[in-house]
């Protein structure tokens, strides 16, 4: 914070005493404007230094006013909570110091910045484009987390800074069953990290990898859960365009032909891919399925001449009636008016919606133990090296100062690491 204010004013002066030098100061007093030709004009690089800095000063000062504000806000609700209960005057004050005790650990919290070396890494889960996830421990607590890295130069290379600042701010906004839970986020030089909560139970590529295709009563319940959490997403207004069973980037199989054309897409696009994935269910291959990746994008756009169920697969119908209006032109797609034109569909006849997170799961994984990886792809330690690019270009320059591009990716989720409850009556202590 210091180095970037620091930072900040010496490029100021600089630019001050530049413009001192192009003045000079006649014996009448008048001031006499020289055109230097020979002055620089800040680099673009310079520009956006400066705009990071004036960004990062600016973000930390308004935390800074809104902790303030809420902290008071925290001080005044006790003290009416008091006021209003029958507690005495001596439990009152032991009732505040309690709370002043929160509040300061909870600043020392605050003021720690989260750190790679606040992890230890684990079993390898999971790798794509631009990354890979472990399991990790962090070591203060011993709490195990998924830890997902991805590299900085990989980002600015593919032009995917914008898309993970997306996914940082969607896990950090959202709070649902649907969304896995983000606890932090950080950065260093080289990488970009994302602490989220581990699910032991795996995801759907391996699931499918060892039972081929799914009955449709498994695929009902899993396309259902995946229903109500892209809802979830576009209820805070984003659009994930890349869903698919893998969880990865880079790869075209469930994109929608609208993205692929760059004639613009809005929500719908993720309904394609939600159909994409419940043919890839219960067929046991995407639906536009191609050795490389430019036939399948072919195929995608080509959609009404590729799309085909095989008479093996024996959907019902039903079935072939809900991937077929997903997969489809825009304008006919259903979801176009929101999710609940997917939940009416007669596939999902039967499904309670409101009470599917305590319906019993399609497929019980077996646990046994919070650092077990049995529900993942067994990945080799020596596949986890992420692609880099040894040509030069563009980011390169833009990777001179490490937080440029990735201004505000740091992150804390206060109410998940430290919920209290205040002793006595009851009074749960949220610091954010």
């Keep these: 914070m210091e180095f970037a204010r620091s930072w900040f004013k010496r490029f100021k002066s600089k630019e001050k005493a530049k413009s001192s030098k192009n003045k000079d100061t006649t ?5 006499v404007s020289k055109t230097l030709t020979t002055e620089k004009v800040p680099s673009n690089v310079t520009k956006q230094r400066v705009a990071a800095a004036k960004q990062y000063i600016e ?12 902290r008071k806000e ?14 005495s005057e001596e439990e009152q004050n032991n009732l505040l110091k309690y709370l002043e005790k929160k509040e300061t650990e909870y600043m020392h919290i605050q003021r720690h910045k989260m750190g790679a070396d606040d992890f230890e890494p684990l079993t390898m889960i999971g790798k794509g484009a631009f990354g890979e996830v472990r399991i990790c421990r962090e070591k203060a607590t011993g709490h195990v987390y998924a830890m997902k890295k991805l590299k900085k130069s990989e980002m600015l290379r593919r032009c995917q800074v914008e898309h993970v600042k997306a996914e940082r ?15 932090c986020s950080f950065q260093d ?49 984003y659009i994930h365009r890349y869903i698919d069973a893998y969880s990865t980037v880079g790869n075209p199989d469930y994109i929608a032909p609208e993205v692929l054309l760059k004639k613009g897409y809005g929500m719908e696009c993720d309904w394609w891919s939600l159909g994409a994935i419940m043919y890839e269910m219960l067929v046991g291959y995407p639906p536009f399925y191609s050795d490389d990746p430019m036939s399948t994008c072919r195929k995608i756009v080509n ?4 799309l085909q169920f095989p008479e093996e697969a024996k959907l019902s119908p039903e079935a072939k009636d809900l991937i077929s209006k997903l997969l489809c032109n825009v304008d006919q797609r259903l979801g ?22 305590q319906m019993k799961a399609a497929f019980i994984p077996e646990v046994n133990d ?23 270009g563009p980011w390169r320059k833009m990777l001179s100062s490490k937080d440029v591009n990735f201004v505000g990716y740091t992150y804390k989720n206060f109410e998940i690491v430290n919920d209290d409850q205040l002793p006595g009556i009851g009074i749960v202590f949220h610091p954010l």
């Excluded at 176009?336 to 997170?357: Q, R, V």
């Excluded at 919070?370 to 040894?390: H, P, W």
């Design 189 to 237: 030089e080289e990488y970009l990290y994302l602490i989220m909560e581990y699910l032991p139970g795996g995801d759907m590529m391996t699931l499918l990898m060892r039972k081929d295709t799914l009955t449709e009563d498994e695929a009902r319940f899993y396309i259902g859960e995946t229903v109500l959490a892209i809802e979830s997403i576009h209820k805070h207004n």
């Design 169 to 183: 701010n969607l896990l950090a906004e959202v709070n649902s069953n649907c969304i896995v839970k983000l606890y």
């Design 303 to 306: 959609w009404r001449t590729h």
């Design 59 to 70: 973000d930390h000062y308004k935390k800074h006013m809104k902790s303030l504000q809420e």
């Design 336 to 357: 176009t008016k929101g999710a609940d034109e997917i939940k009416a569909h007669s596939w999902f006849k039967g499904i309670e919606w409101d009470k599917l997170y």
């Design 74 to 87: 925290r001080c005044n609700i006790l003290e009416k909570k008091l006021a209003d209960a029958d507690v």
């Design 370 to 392: 919070e650092l077990d990886t049995q529900n993942f792809e067994k990945l080799e330690e020596g596949d986890n090296q992420i692609e880099t690019s040894t040509r030069a």
């Design 27 to 31: 014996g009448h007093g008048k001031v």
